[in-house]
T-cell receptor, first 114, second 112 residues
Framework: DTGVSQDPRHKITKRGQNVTFRCDPISEHNRLYWYRQTLGQGPEFLTYFQNEAQLEKSRLLSDRFSAERPKGSFSTLEIQRTEQGDSAMYLC????????????FGSGTRLTVV | LAKTTQPISMDSYEGQEVNITCSHNNIATNDYITWYQQFPSQGPRFIIQGYKTKVTNEVASLFIPADRKSSTLSLPRVSLSDTAVYYCLVGDRDNYGQNFVFGPGTRLSVLP
């Protein structure tokens, strides 16, 4: 396993379109996290899963944002009706149940809304 | 959630030791201190984690005083490739993923 994989690496979309990003965590990690990072800022937590259960979603930025992890493996983050303010890097991370120093981030998906 | 404060930027030269200090006055008893490194267009990468005193690994050392209200990341003999943003985070070791509060970090520039 080579780490956390995110796809696509880059996405350009027109305002108002829907976009979906995929994250494949490290196979033995049961926790999966999504973050958003804007230029010059640190990553901002959005939501996380333990296996297939979404345990925290109150910090998703609006109801246009949703995430799924249907089989407890890969996850998708969807943004509906994109706005220019959604332009950012979307990062995924995974960790084993005990957390610790096992948090591993993917390289992110850079979204540009034009 | 414990808030952290660190310098926005630092400059250094190749071969020097770099020390980045982070303040976390409200750290809780169960909180660990973790440092991440981030290069442009990549996700953060774990560097080191500690609870108290000193921790050392192959890339860095982490110094934590007895009151744990601050910590210092020490990078020995930096090279150009150490130019990156460094983040200090505090949180419960088993649950801090969802409690990560990343500040803007410290932008380290290593000059030749």
């Amino acid at each position: 396993d080579t780490g956390v994989s995110q796809d696509p690496r880059h996405k350009i979309t027109k305002r108002g379109q829907n976009v979906t990003f995929r994250c494949d965590p490290i196979s033995e990690h049961n926790r999966l996290y999504w973050y958003r990072q804007t230029l010059g800022q640190g990553p901002e937590f959005l939501t996380y899963f333990q296996n297939e259960a979404q345990l925290e979603k109150s910090r998703l930025l609006s109801d246009r944002f949703s995430a799924e992890r249907p089989k407890g493996s890969f996850s998708t983050l969807e943004i509906q009706r994109t706005e220019q303010g959604d332009s950012a890097m979307y990062l995924c991370a995974s960790s084993p149940p005990w957390g610790g120093d096992g948090y591993t981030f993917g390289s992110g998906t850079r979204l540009t809304v034009v | 959630l414990a808030k952290t404060t660190q310098p926005i930027s630092m400059d250094s030269y190749e071969g020097q030791e770099v020390n980045i200090t982070c303040s976390h006055n409200n750290i809780a008893t169960n909180d660990y201190i973790t440092w991440y490194q981030q290069f442009p267009s990549q996700g953060p990468r774990f560097i080191i984690q500690g609870y108290k005193t000193k921790v050392t690994n192959e890339v860095a050392s982490l110094f934590i005083p007895a009151d744990r209200k601050s910590s210092t990341l020490s990078l020995p003999r930096v090279s150009l490739s150490d130019t990156a943003v460094y983040y200090c985070l505090v949180g419960d070791r088993d649950n801090y993923g969802q409690n990560f509060v990343f500040g803007p970090g410290t932008r380290l520039s290593v000059l030749p």
